[in-house]
């Protein structure tokens, strides 16, 4: 078992910075690759990102190319999700996912979500 726990979403202005955190615990192995999810409402959910638990691979997705960044915290923990330059489309809730490998179907474990505002 994963658990996973986020934090760090809140209300900001658009153009401002935002960082989140996803902590894990458990049974989570080098292999493992943690994902950022977000899903704004009245859309479907969509991926922003993603790294290894070893932090030696990452994946960002086409809204987060250019602002956004993705790193491992060796000492907390946790993958952390940079987020500059927010735009109002960035408003979503930001959910954190962990799947066994880059070769995996499907992302097991899931946090609660952190609600991310960008106000103009």
């Known amino acids: 078992q994963v658990q996973l726990v986020e934090s760090g979403g809140g209300l900001v202005q658009a153009g401002g910075s935002l960082r989140l955190s996803c902590e894990a615990s458990g049974r989570i192995f080098s292999g493992y690759v943690v994902g950022w999810f977000r899903q704004a409402p009245g859309k479907d959910r969509e991926i922003v990102g993603w790294i290894t638990w070893s932090g030696s691979n990452t994946y960002l997705g086409g809204p987060a190319k250019g602002r956004f960044s993705i790193s491992r915290d060796y000492d907390k923990n946790t993958v952390n999700l940079q987020m500059n330059s927010l735009r109002l489309e960035d408003t979503a809730v930001y959910y954190c996912?962990?799947?066994?490998?880059?070769?995996?179907?499907?992302?097991?474990?899931w946090g609660q979500g952190t609600q991310v505002t960008v106000s103009s």
């Open positions: 996912a962990a799947r066994s490998s880059v070769f995996a179907a499907n992302y097991a474990y």
